[in-house]
């Protein structure tokens, strides 16, 4: 059963989950558990730093994953 109280992911939760960073298994739990909010205009933030860091096919499955 999902918790009623939404959580919001900041760019940094995602990217912890995402790179599988400690902390990783708490974010994906929170993810099944309970309802999550991923601010559009934080998505582009992850997408834009993962295009400056590493190359545009890593930003487009990140933000895929992101979606998902």
Same mark, same amino acid.
Not at 9 to 15: E, R
């Given at each position: 059963m999902r918790d009623h109280q939404p959580y919001v *992911?900041? /760019?940094? =939760?995602? *990217?912890t989950l995402i790179e599988g960073e400690p902390g990783a298994e708490r974010v994906e739990a929170v993810r099944r558990t309970a309802s999550v909010i991923i /601010?559009?205009?934080w998505s582009r933030?992850? =997408?834009y *730093?993962?295009?400056h860091e590493r190359r545009v096919a890593e930003a487009e499955r990140r933000d895929a994953r992101i979606k998902a």
């Open positions: *992911l900041d /760019p940094s =939760a995602i *990217l /601010p559009w205009m933030e992850v =997408a *730093l993962t295009q």
